[in-house]
């Protein structure tokens, strides 16, 4: 009967049974010979009890040797494979086979593809399994999921032929935590290990220390792919945070050589636009810059594409959206004629808002400016059709101005428009205290000057207004470097609100609200007559903020850049349902009681089913981003409510990957003692008839008649 012991290493512990025989031998009794004269002084002894004695006490030996060896037997866990008598077969393996699919697998190396060397090197794991082994498949991706549990191997094969690399990242750290958990439902977890399959990417084995795993449990990483591989990527395309400013390429040489005059094509709305050439060191990061023209109003698709192929084709490839707004139309009234263009007095505050005015390579602004002479204002003013009136005017100060034009600016500015004022030489206190009173903020007084050439300086202003909204940032600058020489005495308005204040704490910027317009009042002149503002680099933030306010379009007018979305995640956007037209009103207990459906349309079209756009009661819609790509959000009526652009991780760029000992050191495993013995140690296996049972059953049984034999041996 072939009996096999699960821990054989025990029965070198009955090498002890031969200690108490050696101590009976060494302690027996012995009976000392006497030479006597006569025995008839004597007791005479029945030597027949003597020898039952000797016979009880080596009784008692045996029982307690067989007693310590049936324990010993008992533990080192005697059994019989396949019952009774059948014939031993090897113990059955169960194996977890984590499966890295993250992007980095879609690399080729020397013209080797990564992804077949994974399929190939799992096949061969799953060929070496016998026919009562299983195994289980953990995917690790976007995140690390069970995508079967243990199984025979047939089946694992089906479901891994099916895998593909997907566009996301993967965390070798979490495949561990799903691989012990499935080795833990085990009935017999001892016959577990676990098999890493994957490139062993820095990036993805950042946190392979995250899982303490047991000191028994077997784990065994294959790295499939070089350590180092070639591979430019571009990292990021950003638009500018300044309004005119180009969008911002980076590119990153991951690879271990310099790169020399490679490619990038600027892709602007699905056609070519421009192309730049860029050198990169090893290891080397940099920008490049991208200048855009300038751009209808509406959703537009920026793309950039390096045209050299490396290890990794997928990151050559960077997106980016972005909203251009309705442009803030804007009219200067200028009344210098004969002079060069940068003598007019609305020279410096043209430049701030459009500083490609009147070139032939014209840039993006969110400004449209018109300048024109004080007669032609109130033709401007009047809006007609096809033709929008302008929503801000900007007006430096004139010594007279045409029959009409106040009457039409304050009617204008009361249906919503916006009044910029400068003072300076040309204003006369008088005419224009009088024409303006019910626009200004402020009566004028007459111009003085600043005593001993000690200029004046702006000493207070208002960080909160949206005017000021540029500065209020740390270490961002202000007006307190520019310098005023003349000024007007201003006399405040009721309803006037006082923005920012000379050093000497008289008023220098003013607001009013008219109607639904507003007024802005600057003390000093438009160009640089009474101030050196306009040569600080500070002037051109304050203009456009100033301009933006009066028109009253806030956030609305700035170039609209939704932050791009990474593959792999999930993508949350907010859906106000009351600007929708199908739930107006309601808010989000209306959105909960009547959803809104929302189209989602990806363009490439990915493979399968479009994602679908599920909209929350709070009125927040989310989706899965699954394929690189542009994402566009309609609402039920068909108006495009966010367009989006999908770019895969940046961090899988990077394809340096860990050496197997590497990743293998970085294992991390419990100290407790429990860690040191598979669970099961004391359980049953299946397939077998164990045998610890019977004999610590039989041990304890031979433990009473141990006791009842060495009660009756006392004499």
């Given at each position: 009967m072939p009996f096999l012991f699960t821990h054989a290493f025990l029965l070198s512990a009955l090498a002890g049974l031969g200690i108490p025989v050696l101590l009976h031998l060494l302690l027996r009794q012995r009976n000392p010979r006497m030479r006597v004269s006569t025995l008839r002084f004597f007791e005479v002894q029945d030597t027949r009890s003597s020898s039952r004695r000797k016979l009880r006490n080596l009784l008692l030996?045996?029982?307690?040797?067989?007693?310590?060896?049936?324990?010993?037997?008992?533990?080192?866990?005697?059994?019989?494979?396949?019952?009774?008598?059948?014939?031993?077969?090897?113990?059955?393996?169960?194996?977890?086979?984590?499966?890295?699919r993250s992007l980095s697998l879609r690399a080729i190396d020397s013209g080797s593809p990564r992804w077949p060397g994974v399929l190939a090197e799992a096949r061969r794991i799953l060929d070496g399994l016998g026919e009562g082994d299983r195994a289980a498949l953990v995917g690790v991706g976007e995140r690390a999921e069970v995508l079967s549990g243990f199984a025979p191997t047939p089946l694992i094969r089906e479901r891994l032929e099916r895998l593909e690399p997907i566009a996301a990242g993967g965390d070798l750290g979490e495949g561990l935590r799903e691989a012990q958990g499935l080795v833990a439902t085990l009935d017999a977890p001892g016959s577990a290990s676990i098999e890493v399959i994957g490139d062993l990417q820095r990036a993805g084995a950042e946190r392979i220390n995250a899982v303490a795993l047991p000191r028994w449990l077997p784990v065994r990483f294959t790295r499939i792919g070089s350590t180092v591989a070639p591979n430019v990527a571009v990292a990021d395309l950003r638009a500018s945070d300044k309004t005119q400013g180009p969008l911002s390429i980076t590119v990153v040489n991951h690879g271990?050589?310099?790169?020399?005059?490679?490619?990038?094509?600027?892709?602007?709305?699905?056609?070519?636009?421009?192309?730049?050439?860029?050198?990169?060191?090893?290891?080397?990061?940099?920008?490049?810059?991208?200048?855009?023209?300038?751009?209808?109003?509406?959703?537009h698709e920026a793309e950039v594409r390096l045209r050299a192929s490396d290890a990794l084709?997928?990151?050559?490839?960077?997106?980016?959206?972005?909203?251009?707004?309705?442009?803030?139309?804007?009219?200067?009234?200028?009344?210098?004629?004969?002079?060069?263009?940068?003598?007019?007095?609305?020279?410096?505050?043209?430049?701030?808002?459009?500083?490609?005015?009147?070139?032939?390579?014209?840039?993006?602004?969110?400004?449209?400016?018109?300048?024109?002479?004080?007669?032609?204002?109130?033709?401007?003013?009047?809006?007609?059709?096809?033709?929008?009136?302008?929503?801000?005017?900007?007006?430096?100060?004139?010594?007279?101005?045409?029959?009409?034009?106040?009457?039409?600016?304050?009617?204008?500015?009361?249906?919503?428009?916006?009044?910029?004022?400068?003072?300076?030489?040309?204003?006369?206190?008088?005419?224009?205290?009088?024409?303006?009173?019910?626009?200004s903020p402020a009566r004028a007084g007459a111009a003085e000057s600043s005593e001993a050439e000690v200029p004046w300086r702006i000493g207070s202003f208002d960080r909160s207004h949206p005017v000021f909204r540029p500065f209020a940032p740390a270490r961002s600058g202000g007006p307190a470097v520019a310098e005023f020489t003349r000024r007007h005495p201003l006399e405040i308005a009721p309803g006037t609100a006082v923005l920012a204040r000379f050093d000497d704490g008289q008023p220098f910027l003013l607001a009013r609200a008219i109607g639904r317009g507003a007024v802005l009042l600057a003390d000093t002149t438009a160009d640089t007559a009474w101030t050196d503002w306009p040569k600080h680099k500070s002037f051109v933030p304050w203009v456009v903020a100033s301009v933006s306010w009066l028109a009253d379009r806030g956030e609305e007018r700035r170039l609209r850049t939704p932050e791009p979305l990474i593959t792999g995640t999930e993508a949350r956007i907010a859906l106000d349902a009351d600007r929708t037209g199908s739930a107006a009103g309601a808010g989000a207990a209306g959105a909960a009681t009547k959803p809104t459906t929302f189209g989602l349309q990806v363009r490439p079209a990915p493979k399968g089913p479009a994602p679908r756009l599920e909209l929350r009661p709070e009125g927040i819609g989310s989706f899965p981003v699954e394929t690189p790509g542009f994402y566009s959000v309609t609402d039920d009526e068909g108006r495009e409510r966010w367009r989006l652009a999908a770019n895969p991780p940046p961090v899988e760029s990077d394809l340096s990957a860990l050496e197997t000992s590497e990743a293998e050191r970085r294992l991390v495993r419990r100290t407790d003692a429990e860690s040191d013995l598979p669970p099961g140690w004391f359980g049953n296996e299946p397939g077998r008839r164990e045998w610890w049972r019977p004999l610590l059953t039989a041990a304890l049984a031979l433990l009473l008649v141990e006791t009842v034999v060495a009660n009756r041996s006392q004499p």
């Open positions: 030996l045996l029982l307690r040797l067989l007693v310590f060896a049936l324990i010993v037997l008992a533990f080192a866990r005697p059994y019989l494979p396949e019952g009774l008598g059948g014939n031993p077969r090897p113990p059955r393996r169960d194996v977890v086979l984590v499966v890295d271990d050589r310099p790169v020399r005059d490679h490619v990038v094509e600027c892709l602007l709305d699905g056609r070519p636009a421009t192309e730049q050439v860029f050198s990169r060191e090893a290891g080397a990061s940099g920008s490049l810059e991208w200048r855009l023209p300038r751009l209808a109003a509406g959703w084709t997928d990151d050559n490839v960077r997106r980016l959206t972005f909203r251009v707004p309705e442009p803030i139309r804007v009219v200067a009234v200028e009344n210098r004629s004969g002079v060069r263009s940068f003598e007019e007095q609305t020279f410096f505050l043209a430049a701030a808002l459009d500083p490609f005015l009147g070139g032939t390579n014209s840039g993006q602004s969110g400004f449209v400016l018109e300048v024109v002479r004080p007669e032609a204002v109130t033709q401007v003013l009047a809006a007609a059709p096809g033709r929008p009136g302008p929503d801000v005017v900007l007006l430096p100060a004139m010594r007279s101005l045409p029959a009409g034009v106040v009457a039409a600016l304050t009617d204008w500015v009361e249906r919503g428009g916006g009044l910029f004022l400068f003072t300076g030489d040309a204003l006369e206190p008088s005419r224009f205290n009088a024409e303006f009173a019910g626009l």
